[in-house]
């Protein structure tokens, strides 16, 4: 099987609500708005986040993006309003840090995921 593009999607109770929060995380706005209840961004050629109006499983995401250096991410969300827990380790490389949107979809930023 082929995949030609991997679609993370974050059901949110309130959309409008939710873009302004994912603008101040990404630090832009939504690449296309294909209809009122949907905001995509398109983070790489092949990777699109998905943030849709779904009261009934609004919170239910766990959204893991890999960054090139977590300590400037980390800084650009500081100097947005957004704050993260503390900075974790797993494995020999791997340094993470979480939030939660407003309806706590975690979102997890990842530096050097892969070793």
Known sequence: M???RVLMVAPVGRVEEAVVWYERLL????DTRPMPSLADWHLTASGWLQV???AEHAGSSLLNLEVPDLDEALAQLKERGLHTGPVQTGGTRTRFASLHDPDGNRVTLLENPVA
């Open 2 to 4: 082929d995949i030609a």
């Open 27 to 30: 630090g832009r706005p939504a």
């Open 52 to 54: 849709f109006e779904d």
